[in-house]
């Protein structure tokens, strides 16, 4: 409808002697309005320096296919309002039922390279609710991109050098010695706690035996040992959660190839590395930055940002049009500086889009949720997941934008009602299915439903939801623009919320037969929807709840 809207708007502006210029379309703020709306004469009041309600006026006298509408509307300053006529609307709901996810993705990539990089979690402990809400967005963003044209990669950054890791090592082996009997060993004062280390310290021991090893080489084994084993639970983990990634890259690696080093040579030659007071810097100030950033501490030691700046280099360097990282809000601070990376290389800043995700409050009928014995200082994912299902934890995830705050009920996500948002949405299309049974059961023939007489759905519910089914293309196209796949969320909630009480007030199975296919074929256009919503967020389709 839009597509169709943009089109006779444009042959209607060049009727009037100019280029149409960027057409905005957009859903009116109120029903009564009408089904799509444009500021199109507004934009063009400069051009032919007319009053905006004028043009309005020439561009809706020039509009050849007017039988598309059922009226047209001019409102305030200049608005033109569109409602669509019922013939037209019905003919879009056959395509819709004919074509599938076809009629309803947007092609807007265009074959668009993306790379987004999402969770990379420490390997130093379990996956806890910040790192799963990072995990949601992640995998819904990059199926919503991949299902818009784009070409999208997937990966994880492995924080596998480092203090981090080198302070897990210490941990593990410390509990490991504790262990073989020396409990007076000391455990490092910011060390790893949490159930999870003494069972790291006793699968370590269970392979290396009781043999004390010197103090450095046995810190460093249980290292070895305990990241790796981490980084196998992190995995196990998004598996659960039905996340997957294309790539894993190893922070180590860029140091074992020279990359990091590389990173720093080729930023020197460009002027951007300086050194000063036994440091080496990176000129962050010459792009906006507030204080340039070390690089190379007086001791020789990279900081952070050094592997930071060869991984972003990397990820220039294999040719992707747009690179997206996911990171926790706590880290926006680091935007700056890694945009200054991106154009100390070549690249303007917007290649980087950095996406932040805030902090999830777990509670329990309204109040805060202890911490996790196992974790020691959160809840982990997985705790969350074994209570409430992986599907209803995503899918609470995308109930808000990442970059707000998250309450997650753990009672709310377990009831049965409307209250619960991820049951509401996925009860409506086992629903659906339980209807189609039913009509099969009753001997009603549910092939060919786009042949069904449309016409017959001319209750106002029905109008309603059969322009919710239509405007969902334009919901997953601004969605994949602004990179914003918990619209696609709010979306199933409101369909979810108009076929209920339609399902309570109407019966889908009547006596009438041309009626109970009609129905049938809205039934089965909401279901389409539906699993394609569900797709883009990764989420089941149950067919019976």
């Keep these: 409808m839009k597509k169709k809207l943009h089109d006779i708007i444009e042959q209607a502006v060049n009727q009037l002697g100019v280029s149409a210029p960027e057409i905005v379309i957009e859903l009116p703020k109120e029903e009564s309005f009408g089904d799509l709306a444009t500021p199109a004469a507004m934009s063009l009041s400069k051009i032919l320096k007319k009053p905006p309600r004028k043009i309005a006026e020439d561009i809706v006298n020039a509009i050849a296919e007017k039988d598309v509408f059922e009226k047209i509307d001019i409102a305030g300053p200049g608005f033109i309002n569109f409602t669509f006529s019922k013939q037209y609307i019905y003919s879009e709901l056959k395509s819709l039922i004919n074509e ?64 981090q890791v080198s302070l897990l090592g210490e941990s593990v082996f410390a509990r490991y010695i504790q262990l073989c009997g020396n409990e007076s060993y000391p455990f490092p004062e910011d060390g790893y706690r949490g159930d999870y280390i003494t069972g790291l310290a006793k699968e370590y021991r269970e392979k290396v035996g009781d043999v004390c090893r010197d103090l450095k080489n046995g810190i460093i084994a249980a290292r070895e040992f305990a990241y790796k084993k981490m980084l196998e639970v992190i995995k196990q983990d998004l598996k659960e959660f039905n996340v997957t990634f294309d790539t894993w890259q190893s922070e180590r690696e860029l140091y074992e190839k020279g990359e990091v080093a590389q990173a720093i040579s080729d930023l020197k030659k460009r002027d951007y590395i300086y050194e000063e007071e036994g440091a080496v810097w990176f000129r962050s ?51 700056p500086r890694m945009q200054a990376v991106i154009q100390a290389l ?102 060919r439903l786009q042949d069904a007489y449309f016409s017959l759905l001319s209750l106002p519910e029905e109008m309603r939801i059969i322009k919710k089914l239509l405007s969902y293309q334009m919901v997953f196209e601004g969605a994949a623009i602004a990179h914003e796949p918990h619209r696609i969320t709010f979306y199933l909630q409101e369909l979810a919320g108009m076929f209920h009480p339609y399902y309570h007030k109407y019966k889908v199975v009547t006596d009438d037969a041309k009626l109970t296919t009609a129905r049938l074929a809205l039934c089965e256009a909401i279901r389409i929807v539906l699993k394609d919503g569900f797709e883009i967020l990764g989420l089941s389709a149950p067919e019976r709840m």
């Design 100 to 163: 599938g996810s076809g009629f309803l993705r947007a092609a807007v990539g265009k074959g668009r390279r993306i790379q987004i990089e999402f969770v990379s979690a420490n390997p130093t402990g379990p996956l806890h609710l910040g790192h799963g809400r990072g995990a949601a967005v992640g995998a819904a963003l990059s199926n919503l991109l991949n299902a818009a044209g784009y070409k999208v990669e997937k990966e994880f950054y492995v924080n596998d050098a480092g203090r």
């Design 285 to 335: 100030t010459a792009f906006g930055d507030d204080k340039d950033r070390v690089v190379v501490k007086k001791d020789g030691e990279h900081t952070y940002f050094a592997p930071d700046i060869a991984y972003h280099r990397k990820k220039i360097q294999k040719g992707f049009d747009e690179l997206i990282d996911i990171w926790g809000a706590d880290h926006h601070g680091y935007i």
């Design 346 to 447: 070549g690249y303007p800043k917007e290649r980087l889009k950095v996406l932040l995700v805030q902090i999830v409050s777990l509670l329990r009928g309204g109040k805060p949720v202890q911490m996790s014995k196992r974790a020691g200082e959160f809840v982990t994912l997985k705790e969350v997941m074994d209570e409430v299902g992986a599907d209803t934890t995503k899918f609470i995830f995308l109930t808000r934008r990442p970059d707000s705050h998250l309450e997650f009920d753990l009672e709310l996500a377990k009831a049965q009602s409307s209250e619960n948002p991820v049951f509401y949405v996925q009860y409506a299309n086992a629903r659906i299915n339980s209807i189609f049974a039913h009509a099969k059961e009753q001997g009603i023939n549910i092939e």
